[in-house]
């Protein structure tokens, strides 16, 4: 623990300069979707920052190399910020950020929820639902898991999202559990000797 309440490290961060005015368009493309999926902090044009971490300066030596090898410029320089009061300013950006990435979470997750309800009320309770809806629920765990992976300073708003993601899954498992009671009850409706029976109608009428 540093004197300033952080862990060794966290104190520190990378500055990252990319130029790719001699790359490709989609070297451009290529280096602003992996920064920000990376949740690096712009603060100027083609300036960024990310907290020094391990995991992520090892992706930003890899995607830097491989900018100088399309022909750009690049530069990543570990800096300290020792004003408390401006590494709280930072923190609080990083934050923001994040926090409007799990709101959007928020704000999406109540339509599962409706959809569930309304397929409920429709008397739509059956597997092929199930399946449609559990693929919406990965998407947002998946979603989740990357906001998780670049929310470095603990944004307050992450459990507003986990809590809403939860409301889905709780909802999805008791819609899966309907489901299953009515296919259950569908099929014991209909027992073996209802099943011959009406395949020998049928063959006879066929004949």
């Known amino acids: 623990m540093t004197s ?21 368009a989609s070297t451009r493309v290529r280096v602003w979707r992996k920064l920000r999926s990376l949740g690096a902090l712009y603060v100027q044009q083609s300036v960024c920052l990310l907290p020094d971490r391990d995991a992520t300066r090892k992706q930003v030596r890899r995607l830097l190399a491989s900018v ?3 022909g750009g410029t690049t530069r990543c320089l570990t800096i300290t910020v020792p004003d408390g009061g401006e590494r709280a300013d930072l923190v609080a950006e990083f934050n923001a950020e994040r926090d409007t990435e799990y709101a959007e979470v928020v704000a999406r997750a109540p339509a599962l929820l409706a959809e569930l309800e309304a397929e409920t009320a429709r008397g739509r309770v059956t597997y092929a639902e199930v399946e449609e809806s559990e693929a919406d629920l990965e998407r947002f765990d998946r979603w989740m898991a ?27 498992e008791a819609f899966e559990a309907a489901a ?16 011959r029976a009406r395949t020998l109608r049928i063959v006879g009428e066929e004949g």
């Open 4 to 24: 300033n309440g952080t862990l060794p490290g966290e104190d520190r961060f990378l500055l990252v300069s990319v130029s790719t005015a001699g790359a490709s």
């Open 180 to 195: 299953m009671a009515a296919d259950t009850t569908d099929r014991s409706a209909v027992g073996p000797t209802d099943g």
């Open 68 to 70: 100088r090898e399309d």
């Open 146 to 172: 990357k906001i998780t992976d670049r929310d470095y300073f603990g944004a307050p708003g992450r459990k507003a999202a986990a809590d809403a993601v939860e409301a889905c899954r709780s909802a999805l």
